[in-house]
Each structure stands twice: as structure tokens, then as C-alpha cells.
């Protein structure tokens, strides 16, 4: 009689009592997903399976691994038929959670989509794609010379301004080719196609020998000078507690406004110290916004300076201690646009220049890597602390950082007691 395939393999690691997961084709799950679940810890189960993450025998891990494959079967999308879709047909999946073939793959490896990300594919196929002859044709059918013509119909794109939604006023008489614009669209496009490849591994993907396009110089952010940064932490420009430990957030500490909002006090530690970024508010002046990982699901560690410990007790001493670190008396927290406004108040409060020049509050985290850098933080560091590349290198440099932020804030701090023991 022939064996039954097995839906799944679990096995003990001989180092410790915990248990690896490896799923098979035999669970009926796409070969993405199982490459994925290969010698998988159970640690790594979605936070609905959070239960299982632990399991203190192979039987509460087998019930574990049949709890996983019914949660993947209800989020995996429904199968496809390569060989007759079209590109249009294979392309809209990816406009919705429910359809996409790489939200499943995601979600698998919790790491679902934002509601931000849909909308932001939505966008790229209702201003560049639909219409396009292109997407008549079937994906098993496409050839390099096909992306390359729809690549060149989307370079002559007419630019549109974005403050006008009925797109008829168009930027400059420029075209999308050299713009970000293009280099998101292509993205996109390229990114489908590699998700048809896994459903379809004889086909020959004809992005596979198109180059990417060169990134667009576009309109950086302008950082503040140590200078500046003193005067906008001088007596009377930050009003409130709350405006101050914000403020110091973001420039001591490089924190991005959704992890701002999404901080935790369980999250700080104040023995190190340094501050666990496990959690941003993803669209979170939407109504749909959620708490979730920070951006490019990329947990990491900052500083947390003396200027920024003491402004967050000053604040809690003030509003309490709530769910959020920063939060007024009730618990609220402001509303998403709170910082931006603020933000033209403070530097217009401090005499700040801004003319000929992009400030905006993410100009704090590039004000920040300057300070470093002029201190002789490394940069590889600098990038791992604004979350822009892996954490490999974060806890070696962590002190590093932490003791020039601190140097910094202390020069800056004594200048602005010497202007308070003056007006005195």
C-alpha cells in the first residue's frame, strides 16, 4: 500500500527543546510558500497563530502545524491558470489583499501588506497601465520586446500635477522617463512578473535581462545644522511637554512619526539604554490605519539620550503614563498631520531659514546622520540606525552613537541654560 505524503516534517533541534517546521507540496501550498517553511522555527508563526509559537512537545507542534496550514489555505489566493491569463487579468490581482499571489507568500512570512501599499498599486495602474495594449496580451505569450514597448509608452507619460485630481494640468510639459514616477511603475511591473515566474518556473521572465532604471535625483531633504537644532530647543519655542519629547525623538533619536506614535514604553530601555523599534502606525492619519511593523518590517534599535529620557519623564510626570509613550493626559495622541504643522511653527519660532530649502520633520533623521557622521560615527552604523539597511552591525555602534548624541545634546543644552540664566 503507498504512503500517504506527509503534509508537513517536524524535527527537534538537537541544541535545545525547540522544534523546526518544514512543509511539503503535500499540504497543498504554493512551492513559494513551502520554500519558505523549510527548517522554520515555530517562533516565526503569524500573530493569530501566536499560541503555537512555543510548542512544549511534538504533538502540540503537529496540532500547531495543521492550525498553520488551515491559515495559510484561507489566505493563500485561489490557484491560476498561467498558461491562459492575461497580463491585465495576472496584474489586477495584485490591486487587493484578498487576490494578490504575493500577499499569501507575505503573510505566510508575516509580513502582510499595508493598506497603503494597495492603494499605492492601485495608483500606478490607474495612471500608467490601464488601457495599455500590453495587458492584452497573455503572460505566457509576453517577450522582452513587448515590457520594453510598454516601458517606453509609460517613459512618455505625460507628469500631472498632483494637487489637481482630474489630471489636467500637466507639470512643466515633462515626461515620466528619469522621474521616480517611472522607477515605482517599473517596480512594480517587475515585481508581478516575478511572482508569475514562481507560479510558472519554465517561463522565461523578460525582465531577467532588462537593467533597472538609474535611481532619480529628486528633491532630498535638507538637514538643520547643530546650530539651528540649539535654537529650535531654546526656552519657549517648544511650548508643551509633549512638543519637546517629540522633538526629541526625532532628532535625538531618528525616529520616524509612525514609530513615534507607535511607541511603547515597554519599549524603552533604560538600563543600556536604547530603544526597541518594534512597532509604526501604518497610515495613521487614515481610519484605516494599523499598528504593525516599522517600515520594510525592519525591527531595529536607536539611542535613547539622556535629552530624550528626560523629556519623556518630564512628559509622563506631566500627561502619565499610558499605552503610547507619547500621548496627552487622556491618552489621545494628535492627529497624523500634528507634527508637520508643528513643525513650520517651531522652525518660524526659532528664526529658522527655510527659503531655497526642503525642511520638512524628516529632516530631523538626516540632521541627525549629519551630526553623526561629522562626529566620526560610522556610516554603515548610521544607515542600520535609520532603519535603512540589516542590523548586523547596530549593537557594536549602538554606545558609539549614544555617547556623541549625548556630547551633542549637552553642548546644545548648556548654550540654551546660558540664554535661560541671561533672561534671568
Not at 514597448?149 to 500637466?170: G, T
Not at 532630498?220 to 519637546?244: H, Q, S, V, W, Y
Not at 494628535?334 to 526659532?350: D, H, R
Request: aromatic share 8%; charged share 30%.
Amino acid at each position: 500500500m503507498p504512503r500517504i505524503p506527509k503534509k508537513f516534517v517536524i524535527q527537534k533541534r538537537k541544541d535545545s527543546d525547540t522544534f523546526l517546521l518544514t512543509l511539503t507540496v503535500a499540504s497543498g501550498m504554493p512551492r513559494s510558500v513551502c520554500s519558505f517553511w523549510k527548517r522554520k522555527s515555530f517562533i516565526h508563526f503569524p500573530d493569530e497563530l501566536a499560541m503555537y509559537r512555543r510548542p512544549k512537545n511534538k504533538t502540540i507542534a503537529e496540532h500547531g502545524a495543521d492550525a498553520l496550514i488551515d491559515f495559510l489555505r484561507k489566505e493563500t489566493a485561489p490557484e491560476i491558470s498561467t498558461d491562459k491569463i492575461t497580463a491585465d487579468e495576472w496584474i489586477k490581482k495584485f490591486l487587493s489583499v484578498e487576490t494578490s499571489p504575493r500577499a499569501a507568500r507575505l503573510i505566510s512570512e508575516n509580513r502582510p501588506y499595508s493598506p497603503k501599499t494597495i492603494r499605492g498599486y492601485n495608483s500606478i495602474y490607474k495612471n500608467h497601465l490601464a488601457g495599455d495594449p500590453f495587458l492584452k496580451i497573455k503572460m505566457a505569450d509576453i517577450e522582452q520586446p513587448d515590457v520594453l514597448a510598454l516601458l517606453n509608452r509609460i517613459a512618455n507619460h505625460d507628469i500631472y500635477d498632483s494637487r489637481c485630481p482630474d489630471r489636467k494640468e500637466k507639470t512643466a510639459d515633462r515626461k515620466t522617463a528619469g522621474t521616480r514616477a517611472f522607477e515605482t511603475v517599473f517596480s512594480f511591473v517587475r515585481m508581478t512578473f516575478n511572482e508569475y515566474q514562481t507560479m510558472a518556473p519554465r517561463w522565461v521572465n523578460p525582465f531577467l535581462s532588462i537593467k533597472k532604471p538609474k535611481p532619480a535625483e529628486g528633491a532630498g531633504r535638507d538637514p538643520l545644522t547643530e546650530k539651528e537644532i540649539a535654537l529650535l530647543f531654546m526656552p519657549g519655542i517648544l511650548k508643551t511637554t509633549l512638543e519637546r519629547a517629540v522633538c526629541a525623538a526625532m532628532f535625538w533619536a531618528g525616529l520616524r512619526r509612525g514609530e513615534i506614535w507607535g511607541l511603547k514604553p515597554e519599549n524603552l530601555d533604560w538600563q543600556t539604554p536604547k530603544i526597541n523599534i518594534e512597532f509604526a502606525w501604518k497610515d495613521y492619519d487614515s481610519k484605516d490605519r494599523i499598528l504593525d511593523d516599522p517600515k520594510h518590517h525592519k525591527k531595529r534599535q536607536a539611542p535613547f539620550p539622556e535629552v530624550l529620557q528626560q523629556a519623556i519623564r518630564d512628559l509622563w510626570e506631566e500627561n502619565g503614563k499610558h499605552e503610547f509613550v507619547f500621548t496627552r493626559k487622556d491618552g489621545s495622541q494628535p492627529t497624523g498631520n500634528w507634527i508637520s504643522e508643528n513643525m513650520k511653527i517651531w522652525l518660524q519660532a526659532a528664526g529658522i531659514k527655510t527659503e531655497g530649502r526642503n525642511i520638512s520633520p524628516h529632516s530631523s533623521r538626516h540632521s541627525l546622520a549629519s551630526l553623526l557622521e561629522e562626529k566620526g560615527v560610522p556610516l554603515r552604523y548610521i544607515q542600520d540606525l535609520l532603519g535603512h539597511s540589516d542590523l548586523k552591525t547596530t549593537k557594536g555602534y549602538l554606545h558609539t552613537a549614544q555617547g556623541s548624541i549625548n556630547n551633542i545634546a549637552k553642548e546644545i543644552n548648556a548654550v540654551t541654560e546660558d540664554v535661560k540664566e541671561s533672561a534671568n
